[in-house]
Structure formats: structure tokens, C-alpha cells
């Protein structure tokens, strides 16, 4: 018995494949012949239909797919379009919904692989998506059904940090019914927005929104609050973490969540050693506004200065809000003492949007003087007077000063890289928590059931805090508002008859999801943690370690078909 | 797209508009108009059979108007839903002509001229607009000459010209040199239809045009009337050919447009229009500049910009990489004006900053980033709304709830709350679905009680 024969046997039934070749408009057709790619899938063994669509994602190239399983009575299907990574998904479920077991889709990659890579041999272009589809066709026919893991789901959420991004956060989920219990390392709620004077662009008082934003969230029944706190451990899962919090004092509490936010916040850069800092006559932004908080500004010659650590080659990247900050700050000493000289020298003005331009306007309309200068060219702070190059004029000019104002970027918090790992979730070059997708995930990270939001992220306002924070709160409720977890069966199994227990692929899953069972001395793996990346598969010495959907007869189908 | 037109928890009405709300936040009574497509949804496979053979041609707006589309159409091509729609104001059998051809072509038999509009009433407990904005008219600004100047486009024409299924293919030829290829394409069909009749002409008479012509202008054939015909046909015949062989010539000399200048804050931080910064545009120039790049490495752009606003998350690192590795140069200021040199050329007038001097350079295209305004409708649908705009015309929110719109139970996200880009967009709007969730759970919880 050849193994082709072995395949069908399992599945005892005939083998019944279609195949769906996608122009991607012009995108794929337009760089190599997709009818004769069809016209060749037909031929191929097993293959029962093959069809050519102009986008086989549309809803009339979904339709074709299931009224072909139901006419031809398809059991197998691939489609040859583009990635797997954004469309495998979508054909699945199509096919699901027609009928037929999810997991015995298959899809080639033609547009990336092909199309794009190719595009100027169109010849040469076409037989390698002959060849893609002759070797997913080989796969498809040793497919097996698979069905979906379910779990269940603990409805409710860790919140860590208690700034305007974990308070919103807390006070949505609680508002939708979930249970929260909110962490803070500090003694106190309200992180950053405590050392704020007065707010931009509407000027409402800091301590104002903050004493209403923490009173709604204290006063929710469902909140427990651990100020003075910080979580000690991780475990678990989506749906069902266990999570060690450890209080200044006394013993750990253990909690068990079904979600947890990331809402940590970053701090204002100390900016030691840079333009002469010392606390008194050059200081930051955010002694700037303790000094407005509590009255005891006095100066009458005010220089700032932007992008001190910041967009340099240490720290690339603009820290967002401080351009904001210091024409709120300047418009302030403004309305105090319209006599005050208040002078900005900026690299650009990051006053995007529309209040915050308006407050540029508005600025410049009180008297407050904007300066350019040139990152390779910074002003030197000397006694007395800031001297600097203005590149507009080519002039080298120099301002008195009896107070300077550096404006330093946030920068994520130290202890950034330790939650990371206790969570295990990443951090980008600048120790900002990296989302799942820049663009279309903002608030997720790519580990499930963990979310994100806030300066945590990248600095953000308190406008843009709050907005997150209220955000996350309806990706937690996609979560838990679901009777139990449904994930992928695509996951690894491991065959306890011939496993050894060398815990090799203990070694390199990179989500944590096996584990060495010492009574029995084998590995086991948690499958609702694991995201079926094959790493314990291609390592395990003994082949007892296999992910579902690329066991080796299925994978050695495909490669015999190059 | 797709997930939300799949979704089973979503109804999706599309080309449909809400025409009044009544009722309180947890209870609000909806008017909306379901449009007439003149195709019916539930038929329609979106097959295209219909668009095919559809005769009346229009430009294309999803192509920002460089492509072409007919009367019967789907928005792209991608589009959901996928059904098509007629464009009742160019359909030749809405406008009371003769014609019916997309009505024979359609298997599904979903098209249907006798469709009016329905009016549906929705019972919701909670509103999200998300109404977006409008680009603004490039042509308000004089000293731009955008609707003058061929070479001149904005930022979104300039993404269709990048896009693979885009109407160049993705190809970045200048809009003068695509319209030159057109009227080439006009003048061949003119002068083979010429040319056939010439050739029934010299078939009759055994000779051929030119030589037959310079006997005639050698008024050999006085008074002969079919002659002097034959005379006219061919003197039409080279008022054709001969521009057409010059301009093909010229369209010899046609390369993709490899020096772009990119002007930032069009119809933005402009007291003449908008006080507001677009926030996005910056970005997208940047973004534009660079696959203009990667499809060509002999591009060269310039950025002109008053700041370059990269303030998001790896933007900064995206300007600066850019600039060192996409030929990409940073200008700080405004461009004073753009005239039409030699070969279609636009010429920028500008001080150069960075040298203090006024100058005058020539580049292959110059892309203006236009800026994000309210759209025309906004006013109209807020007063349907019965909710308020800001001092710019967006919707106007609480700053401490930047979802929440001035009625409860109704709230906003995205470019119709301010400008903002897609992260932000999204994060906003996942912020407008909890606050609506809450609307909604808050009123079941007293239904229950």
C-alpha cells in the first residue's frame, strides 16, 4: 500500500479536492497566466473542480467555493491566492460554514511567492504556481479533520497601573459588568496625571479630572484596588490566568483572571548632566509644573527647550506630548504675567491635530517666541543667557534667561523588561510594549487575553490615555463575553508512547505551553497556549512531537510533489 | 472589511442614509433609507457580468477620477458588499433611453430598474458616526494651480498611481504623459477609420492617395467632383496622422516620474482654509515617497513642510530611515508657488531654508498632501443627530470622554472626531464600542430590575 492509498483509507472516503486559482484583479493575473494554472489544477489527481476567480475573497469568490463543495461534494479545498496569514481564516470558516471540516483547507501562496517575487518572468512565474498547486493538492488529500479547542473563561480582568489609562480601563469594564481588580505600584491612583498642573488643550485642572476619575472608579463595587502592590508572578493562560500580587506588607495574594491589561504608564526622562540641569535655574517640564501647582513660579525670563534626549541617536523616537506641554506650560507663565519673555526653541512643533495647533495660534498670539534650531547644532545654556543657532536667519543669537525648561521625553518605566517577562509579552527597541499590529491592533498584544494601552505604549496624551483605555475594555468584552474560549486545533501533540522526557522542546517553545509531567517522565503540551509554530516538532529527536495539520506524511506529500 | 461584512452579530447597510432619530440613549427610533441600487442584494453574486458589457463610460471616482468605471458598477473591486449599483443619473435606461443590456447579461436576474427607495425603521440602544472626513479641494488654493497643471496631484491621486490595481498598474507615469497616451489612442482609432475609406478610394481609382494628391494640388483634376471628395477624405486624413506622428514621437521620450516634490499642509495650518493640522499627512508623504522609491530607485522626493509632524510610534525612525535610505529630502517651509515649465514640467518657487535663497526648480511631479476636513454632509447628519460640532467643524465631544458626543447614547471615533491617523482611528473606535456597550448593558440592567 503506497501512502497516497494509506491517506484515503484514513479518511475513508474518496478524496475530493477543489481548487480555487484568485487573479487578485491584476495583482496576480496580471503577472502570470491563472487559466492555465487552472486549466493544470484540473488535471491533477484527486481534483474534482477547479475555478479561476477575480478575487476568490470576495463574497462571489466565497460563494463559488461553497456552492462547489456542496455541488461536487468537496472534502478537500485549496485555494491558490495569497497569504495564509491574512486570508486562511476567512476560507476556512467559508468552508466550515459550507459544510465542510475546517481543517481540511489548504491554500497556496501565488501572490507573494509568484506574482510579486516574479513579475517580470511570467512564464517561469506560471509554472511555479503550477508547481505550489500541485504540491498543496498533495498535502490536502493527507489532511485530517481536526475540531476546535474549547475552554473556559474567568470573567474578569487584572489591571496593572492605575494612571488614566488603567483607571478608564477599569471603570469601562466594570460599567460592562466584569469583575476588576486593579494594581498600583505607588500609594496612590492617578500615576503621571498626580504631577500634572493643569491640562491642555481645554485647561481644566489635573487634580480635577483625576480625583473624578478615581472617585468613579473606587466607588464600582466590582473594582478591588491594591495601591502600594505590584504583581510577583504569571501564570495560566487566556481565560485563565493565576496571578501573584504582592502587597508592601504581609503575604502574596493569589487572583484568578481571565484578561489583563498592561497599563503601566512611562516617566518623564531625567535629564541628567544635559544643558547645565540642576533643579533650580535649568529644570524639566514637570518641575515647570509643580512650581505653576503650587504657586512658587517667579521667573520673568523663560527659555524651553524641545527634544532634550529625545530624537537623538540614543532615543530616535518623538515623545509626542512634550511639544504640547511646553506651549500649555508657556501660555500659562503668559496669562500670569503677560510681561514674562517666554521664548521655545524646537526642532518642529508637534502640534498635531486640531486643538493642539490651535493652542500654537494661540500662543503666538499672547507673545510666546518660537525658535527652530538644528539637531546637530543645540543651544548652549551658558550664565545667564542661552545662546543658539537660528538656521533661518544663519544668525547665531543669544537670550537671557533666569529660568531654562528642558522638555524631556517619556521614556518607559525600568521595571518595563521584568513585567515583559513575567508576562511574556514583547517590548519594542525603546522599551515601549509592542502591540500586535501597529495599525489594526493597537491595543492587543499578539500573545491572547493581554492587552495594552496608555504610555505603556508609546506616550500618549491624557486625551489619547483615556480613549485607549475606555478602548480595551471592548477587546476585553470580545473575550469575555463568550461562553468559553474556542482556539485553533492547529497545535502540537505529543506522543506519550515514545516520548523520553528530554525536554528538548521545552527548550525552544517560545510561549511556555509544554511542560515535563516528572511522574510520568514525558512532556505534555498545553494547548491553548500553543500558537502552533512547529519549533518542539522540528526538534524532538524521536518524532514524538508533532504539530497537527504538518505531520511529516503531510508535509512529505507536499515536498514529494516539488 | 470582510470579517465585519461576515460578522453574524452585523447588518450592514450600505448605500443607505439616516434621515432621523428619535428616543433617548438605551431606546433610540432610527429612520435610515435603504437607496435604490436597482440591483437586488440578494441576488446579485457580484459577478461583474453586468459591468462588462455596460456601454456608458464614466470616470472612475474611486480612481480619484484617472481611471474609468461604467453605470453599472461596484465602488472597487473589493467592495462590500459586493453587489453592484447603477448610477441612475448615467444609466441610458434611467435617463429614459433605449438599452436594458446589464438587465439581459445578469444570470442572477438582479437587476431591476424598478427599485425604489425603502425606508427602514431600527430600534438601537446606542449610536456610534463614524462619518470620516472629506479631502479638501486641492483648487481652492491659487498660487498651487492644481486643476491647471497636469503634474500637479494630490496625495490620493498619487496612492492610486503607486496601487498595483491602480490605472496605471502601478506604474508612476505622469498624468500629462498618461493623457498624451490617451489621445494617441483617440487619434489611431480616427486615422485607421480615415485610412479605410482612402483605401476604398485608391482601390476605385488605381492609385494611391499621396501620389493621386500631388497631382490634384497640381490641379490636374479641375472640376472633378468625386476627385475633390477623394482630395477632402485624405486632407482630413493628414490633419490626423500628422499630430498623431508627432505625439508619438514624443511619447517616445515618456519615463515614469522619478523626481517628486511632495508639499505639505495644502488647505492645513492655513488661515485661508483650515487653522488645524491634518496630522496624518506628514506620514502618509513620507510613506509615499518611499514606495515611490521602491518601485523606482532613481527617485529622488522632496518633503517641503512647515514641521514634519512624525509623532506616532516608529514614525520618527520611519522619516529618518526615509530620509538616509529612500532619497528622500526634508525642506522646512511653505512652497510660495508652482508654474508649468518646459515638457510639462511644474516649477516650484520656494526659499530653501536650509541655503537662505529663493529658488526655482522643476521636478517631474509635485504630490500636495490636502488636508483633512469635515465632510459636506456633517452639518446635516449632526442636526439629524441632534448633536453639536466643534469650532472646526468635527463632532464635538466631552475632553474627559473623547467618545462622548453632546447626546447620551451617542458617540464618535476617528477622522469625524478630529483628524487622527489609523491606530489611533482604531484605538478610538474600539473606545466608541465599550462606551457603547455600556449604554446598552446599563439599559438592560434596568429593564431587568
Not at chain 1, 526538534?539 to 516539488?562: D, H, N, V, W, Y
Not at chain 2, 488636508?371 to 446635516?380: D, E, F, R
Request: glycine share 8%; with cysteine.
Amino acid at each position: 500500500m503506497n501512502e497516497r492509498q494509506r491517506g484515503k483509507e484514513e479518511a475513508q472516503e474518496e478524496t475530493r479536492i477543489g481548487v480555487f486559482i484568485c487573479d487578485c484583479g491584476s495583482n496576480i493575473a496580471g503577472h502570470l497566466d491563472c487559466a492555465a494554472v487552472t486549466e493544470y489544477a484540473a488535471k491533477l489527481p484527486d481534483v474534482v473542480c477547479a475555478k479561476e476567480n477575480l478575487y476568490t475573497c470576495s463574497e462571489a469568490g466565497i460563494a463559488e467555493i461553497q456552492k462547489a463543495i456542496k455541488e461536487h461534494k468537496l472534502n478537500r479545498v485549496l485555494v491558490a491566492s495569497c497569504s495564509p496569514r491574512t486570508h486562511q481564516p476567512l476560507f476556512q470558516s467559508s468552508c466550515a460554514e459550507a459544510g465542510m471540516n475546517p481543517y481540511l483547507f489548504e491554500m497556496a501562496n501565488i501572490r507573494d511567492q509568484c506574482s510579486w517575487v516574479h513579475m517580470q518572468k511570467r512564464e517561469e512565474a506560471t509554472e511555479k504556481a503550477k508547481d505550489l498547486v500541485r504540491m498543496g493538492v498533495a498535502k490536502a488529500a493527507f489532511l485530517e479533520p481536526q475540531k476546535d479547542i474549547e475552554a473556559s473563561l474567568i470573567p474578569r480582568v487584572l489591571v496593572i497601573g492605575g494612571g488614566v489609562g488603567g483607571l478608564s480601563a477599569a471603570e469601562s469594564l466594570a460599567g460592562m459588568g466584569l469583575e476588576v481588580i486593579l494594581v498600583e505600584k505607588a500609594d496612590q491612583l492617578g500615576g503621571l496625571l498626580n504631577q500634572l498642573h493643569q491640562l491642555a488643550p481645554d485647561g481644566d485642572q489635573a487634580a480635577d479630572r483625576l480625583s473624578h476619575l478615581v472617585d468613579t472608579v473606587t466607588s464600582k463595587s466590582n473594582v478591588t484596588i491594591h495601591v502600594g502592590s505590584e504583581v510577583e508572578s504569571v501564570a495560566g493562560y487566556i481565560g485563565n490566568f493565576e496571578v501573584a500580587i504582592r502587597p508592601k506588607e504581609g503575604d502574596a495574594l493569589k487572583e484568578k483572571v481571565g484578561c489583563i491589561v498592561v497599563a503601566v504608564g512611562a516617566v518623564p526622562l531625567e535629564p541628567e548632566g544635559m544643558y547645565g540641569y540642576d533643579g533650580k535655574t535649568v529644570i524639566t517640564q514637570a518641575e515647570l509644573e509643580e512650581q505653576l501647582k503650587s504657586g512658587a513660579f517667579k521667573a520673568s525670563k523663560v527659555v524651553m527647550i524641545q527634544c532634550v534626549g529625545a530624537r537623538c541617536p540614543e532615543r530616535e523616537y518623538c515623545s509626542r506630548i512634550c511639544c504640547m506641554t511646553a506651549v500649555k506650560n508657556a501660555m500659562l507663565i503668559k496669562g500670569q504675567n503677560p510681561e514674562a519673555k517666554v521664548h521655545i526653541l524646537y526642532r518642529d512643533m508637534q502640534m498635531y491635530g486640531t486643538k493642539k495647533e490651535r493652542m500654537l495660534w494661540d500662543a503666538r498670539g499672547l507673545g510666546v517666541r518660537f525658535d527652530v534650531y538644528e539637531a546637530d547644532k543645540p543651544p548652549e545654556v551658558g550664565e545667564g543667557t542661552v545662546k543658539f543657532e537660528q538656521p533661518l536667519i544663519g544668525e547665531t543669537r543669544e537670550i537671557p534667561y533666569d529660568l531654562v525648561v528642558l522638555s524631556t521625553p517619556l521614556v518607559a518605566r525600568e521595571d518595563a523588561p521584568l513585567l515583559s517577562q513575567l508576562l511574556r509579552v514583547p517590548m519594542d527597541q525603546n522599551r515601549f510594549f509592542m502591540e500586535a499590529h501597529a495599525k489594526l491592533r493597537p491595543l492587543d498584544f499578539a500573545t491572547d487575553g493581554i492587552f495594552v494601552c496608555g504610555s505603556a505604549r508609546y506616550p500618549a496624551t491624557v486625551e489619547e490615555a483615556r480613549s485607549q483605555g475606555v478602548g480595551v475594555a471592548s477587546r476585553i468584552a470580545t473575550v469575555l463575553f463568550k461562553d468559553k474560549l474556542v482556539t485553533s486545533a492547529i497545535v502540537a501533540e505529543i506522543n506519550p508512547e515514545t516520548c523520553v522526557g528530554c525536554q528538548g522542546c521545552m527548550e525552544m517553545c517560545p510561549y511556555g505551553a509544554i511542560v515535563y509531567v516528572p511522574e510520568k517522565e514525558i512532556c505534555e503540551v498545553n494547548t491553548i497556549l500553543c500558537k502552533g509554530c512547529g519549533c518542539c516538532a522540528a526538534t524532538c529527536p524521536s518524532e514524538s512531537a508533532l504539530l497537527k495539520g504538518f505531520k511529516p506524511e503531510q508535509l512529505l506529500a507536499q515536498i514529494r510533489a516539488m | 472589511m470582510l470579517d465585519v461584512g461576515r460578522h453574524p452579530n452585523i447588518e450592514l447597510m450600505a448605500y443607505s442614509e439616516v434621515e432621523k432619530v428619535e428616543g433617548e440613549a438605551g431606546d433610540f427610533k432610527v429612520t435610515v433609507r435603504r437607496k435604490a441600487r436597482y440591483v437586488d442584494e440578494d441576488k446579485c453574486t457580484g459577478c461583474g457580468a453586468c459591468t462588462e458589457k455596460c456601454p456608458t463610460l464614466l470616470a472612475d471616482a474611486f480612481n480619484m477620477g484617472l481611471g474609468e468605471r461604467k453605470a453599472i458598477y461596484s465602488w472597487f473591486a473589493q467592495g462590500i458588499p459586493s453587489t453592484h449599483t447603477i448610477d441612475a443619473e448615467n444609466c441610458r435606461q434611467l435617463q429614459g433611453k433605449k438599452c436594458g443590456i446589464c438587465k439581459k447579461t445578469c444570470q442572477a436576474d438582479a437587476v431591476n430598474f424598478e427599485q425604489e427607495d425603502r425606508i427602514v425603521e431600527l430600534n438601537v440602544g446606542a449610536i456610534i458616526v463614524a462619518s470620516g472626513y472629506e479631502v479638501f479641494d486641492a483648487s481652492r488654493v491659487p498660487e498651487y494651480r492644481y486643476r491647471d497643471i497636469p503634474n500637479v496631484i494630490t496625495a490620493l491621486e498619487f496612492e492610486r498611481l503607486l496601487s498595483a490595481s491602480g490605472p496605471t498598474g502601478g506604474h508612476l507615469d505622469r498624468p500629462s504623459d498618461i493623457a498624451a497616451k490617451a489621445e494617441i489612442a483617440a487619434l489611431e482609432k480616427k486615422a485607421k477609420k480615415a485610412k479605410k475609406t482612402l483605401e476604398k478610394l485608391e482601390e476605385k481609382f488605381g492609385e494611391s492617395s499621396s501620389e493621386f494628391f500631388k497631382h490634384y494640388e497640381g490641379r490636374q483634376y479641375e472640376g472633378d467632383e468625386d476627385r475633390k471628395k477623394w482630395a477632402d477624405r485624405y486632407m482630413e486624413y493628414l490633419a490626423v496622422a500628422e499630430p498623431l506622428e508627432a505625439l508619438k514621437k514624443k511619447a517616445e521620450g515618456f519615463t515614469v516620474a522619478k523626481k517628486l516634490a511632495f508639499i505639505q499642509c495644502v488647505g492645513s495650518r492655513d488661515l485661508r482654509f483650515y487653522p488645524f493640522c491634518s496630522g496624518y499627512c506628514c506620514m502618509h508623504s513620507i510613506k509615499e515617497a518611499i514606495i515611490a522609491y521602491e518601485h523606482e530607485p532613481e527617485t529622488r522626493s522632496v518633503i517641503f513642510g512647515m514641521d514634519i509632524r512624525a509623532v506616532g510610534k516608529g514614525f520618527e525612525e520611519y522619516k529618518i530611515r526615509g530620509g538616509n535610505q529612500a532619497g528622500i529630502s526634508y525642506v522646512r517651509g511653505r512652497v510660495a508657488e508652482i508654474t508649468e515649465g518646459s515638457d510639462r514640467r511644474p516649477v516650484l518657487t520656494y526659499e530653501d531654508t536650509r541655503e537662505r535663497v529663493v529658488k526655482s526648480e522643476a521636478f517631474d511631479l509635485v504630490i500636495l498632501a490636502t488636508a483633512c476636513v469635515p465632510s459636506k454632509g456633517i452639518s446635516a447628519l449632526a442636526e439629524i443627530l441632534g448633536i453639536e460640532l466643534d469650532e472646526f467643524g468635527f463632532y464635538k465631544t466631552d475632553v474627559s470622554n473623547p467618545m462622548d458626543t453632546t447626546r447620551p447614547g451617542i458617540f464618535t471615533c476617528g477622522c469625524a472626531h478630529s483628524p487622527m491617523d489609523i491606530p489611533e482611528s482604531v484605538a478610538q473606535a474600539s473606545g466608541a464600542a465599550a462606551r457603547a456597550a455600556q449604554i446598552l448593558l446599563e439599559s438592560e440592567m434596568r429593564k431587568a430590575s
